[in-house]
């Protein structure tokens, strides 16, 4: 068994199967391990079973399991790819001189350990609990996140109750309301409702109407559920209307009998295994900060996907994970030539070393945005992928990104939208060549701009 991969990769999600693979394709010497703590590679797709998924990469509509056995069927063309499952991580730390130290436990070898020289985190996200969102009340059978009764009816085939109340407006919520109605359709059960306690959906314009407006489920805006009742199982939960500072309103409660919860109550990316390495983490994102090529504060180490932020689609998740994985790959390279190995040395070669020469530029953003990530930027004159959501439901805005110098402000970029709504996240590519020199730092901005005149003939 071999102690020592070029490239380790942690989670065998999207972003981590795209990682592996692109990195495989960008340094066939490098030698890769996939690590994965199920039985089976693919992350969350393998239990997402409707379509929409590979529109962007493959330019057609898949299933999540079809998505996942695209890149399954890729990875297992590479030779320098060695996928690990069952296998979960103990423990993560930095060796002296570069490079990481990874202590492993599975079935098959117990508990082992293996060095790397770049290590890319694509360990994705987890749902928040009923712990998490204060619910007071009894503590019955009953309540599950969206993702473990998808889990239990698309995996398992068990269907986890009849009568249904989901709390939230994610899009993981929207899409179970939907899939909840039609396996009860012929049991008598029902989806009661969907309750948000934001004035606005959390979830995909799209996931709204064709989730819940098509099936004639309710949606009920600025209510949420305010405790549960039952014992043993749940028999009920009461629902509340809440104020613009979320705050219940008196006499607006109602008891709605039901034997499930479902809560689609927020994500967070699940960096836990890093805190030893101190990343600096993003209060917005509650992810590591990055910059363009997803690499971190702590040399070597590159995070993506949803372990990055919470994306939207599939299909930026596994553009993250392919970024980390040429850019690990490249520092690769970069540490075999220094070492002594042999490598053509060529023009193509000294483009494509990592820019750790420059000094990377912060970017910031006011309140008009939610996030955005990256967090800093290279310039080293290439085209970089950014992504932002909207702090608030906006029509007609424009972005625009400053650079901020010591003789004052130069407005590289701007971008009119008809809309922006915080759950739909936006993707932008700014080329640095335009960052003039000895800028401080980039400003993101949204602006409210004027709604184009539309003749009667448009009309």
């Given at each position: ?10 989670g065998a999600?999207?972003a981590g ?6 990195a495989a394709e ?7 391990a ?8 693919g992350?969350i ?8 998924f ?14 996942a056995?695209?890149?399954r069927?890729m990875?297992a063309?590479k ?11 103990i423990?993560?730390a930095?060796q ?7 202590t492993?436990?599975n079935?098959?070898?117990?508990i082992?350990?293996?060095t ?8 994705g996200c987890?749902?928040r609990?009923d ?9 019955p059978?009953?309540i ?6 998808q889990a239990?009816?698309?995996?398992k085939g068990?269907?986890p109750?009849k009568r249904?109340?989901i709390?939230?407006s ?12 039609l396996?009860?359709?012929?049991t008598?059960?029902s989806v ?11 979830g ?7 989730c819940?407006?098509?099936y004639?489920i309710p949606l009920h ?9 039952g014992?043993?199982?749940?028999e009920g939960v ?5 104020d613009?500072?979320m ?5 607006t409660e109602?008891?709605?009998?039901c034997?499930t919860?479902?809560?689609s ?5 699940e960096?836990?295994?890093l805190?030893g390495?101190a990343?600096k ?7 590591p900060?990055?910059?363009?090529y ?14 990055l932020?919470v994306?939207?689609?599939?299909d930026?998740?596994?553009?993250s994970?392919?970024?980390?994985g040429e850019q ?7 540490k075999r030539?220094?070492?002594g190995?042999?490598?053509e040395?060529n023009?193509q070669d000294k483009?494509?070393?990592p820019p750790?020469c420059?000094a990377?530029?912060?970017i910031?953003a006011?309140k ?8 800093r930027?290279?310039?080293d004159?290439?085209p970089?992928v950014?992504?932002f ?10 972005l625009?990104i400053?650079a901020?110098?010591a003789?004052g402000?130069?407005v590289?970029?701007k971008?009119?939208y008809r ?5 739909e996240?936006?993707r ?14 980039l ?5 409210n701009?004027?709604a ?5 003939e448009?009309?």
């Amino acid at each position: 068994m071999k102690s020592f991969y070029d490239i380790i990769v942690i989670g065998a999600g999207p972003a981590g199967m795209a990682a592996a693979l692109a990195a495989a394709e960008k340094s066939p010497e490098c030698s890769i391990a996939l690590i994965e703590r199920e039985e089976h590679i693919g992350g969350i797709l393998k239990q997402c079973i409707h379509d929409g998924f590979g529109l962007i990469r493959f330019k057609e509509r898949l299933t999540g399991p079809e998505y996942a056995w695209r890149y399954r069927d890729m990875l297992a063309e590479k030779s320098n790819i060695d996928i690990f499952v069952s296998t979960f991580v103990i423990r993560i730390a930095r060796q002296i001189g570069g490079g990481f130290e990874l202590t492993f436990t599975n079935p098959q070898n117990g508990i082992f350990n293996l060095t790397c020289t770049a290590l890319i985190s694509a360990t994705g996200c987890r749902e928040r609990t009923d712990r998490q969102v204060f619910i007071h009340g009894d503590r019955p059978s009953g309540i599950f996140t969206a993702g473990q009764a998808q889990a239990f009816i698309n995996l398992k085939g068990y269907l986890p109750g009849k009568r249904f109340v989901i709390l939230g407006s994610g899009d993981i919520g929207l899409i179970m309301a939907r899939r909840l109605t039609l396996e009860t359709a012929s049991t008598g059960g029902s989806v009661e409702g969907v309750y948000e306690v934001k004035s606005e959906p959390s979830g995909l314009t799209r996931n709204i109407v064709q989730c819940l407006e098509d099936y004639g489920i309710p949606l009920h805006l600025s209510t949420t559920v305010s405790a549960l009742h039952g014992t043993g199982r749940l028999e009920g939960v009461t629902v509340v209307q809440v104020d613009k500072q979320m705050r219940p309103i008196a006499g607006t409660e109602r008891y709605i009998p039901c034997d499930t919860l479902i809560l689609s109550v927020g994500l967070i990316p699940e960096n836990d295994i890093l805190d030893g390495l101190a990343p600096k983490i993003d209060a917005r994102t509650k992810g590591p900060q990055v910059n363009q090529y997803m690499g971190t504060t702590v040399p070597g180490l590159f995070s993506c996907g949803n372990a990055l932020h919470v994306n939207d689609l599939v299909d930026y998740v596994s553009e993250s994970g392919s970024i980390a994985g040429e850019q690990a790959a490249l520092l690769c390279n970069g540490k075999r030539t220094s070492a002594g190995h042999t490598r053509e040395d060529n023009q193509q070669d000294k483009a494509a070393e990592p820019p750790e020469c420059l000094a990377e530029i912060p970017i910031g953003a006011d309140k008009t945005l939610l996030y955005q990530t990256p967090a800093r930027i290279v310039p080293d004159r290439k085209p970089a992928v950014i992504y932002f959501r909207s702090a608030a439901q906006r029509e007609h805005a424009t972005l625009t990104i400053n650079a901020e110098t010591a003789d004052g402000t130069t407005v590289l970029f701007k971008k009119t939208y008809r809309s922006l709504k915080p759950p739909e996240m936006e993707r932008i590519v700014l080329d640095t060549a335009s960052i003039p020199a000895h800028t401080e730092r980039l400003l993101f901005s949204l602006e409210n701009a004027e709604a184009p005149h539309r003749s009667k003939e448009e009309t």
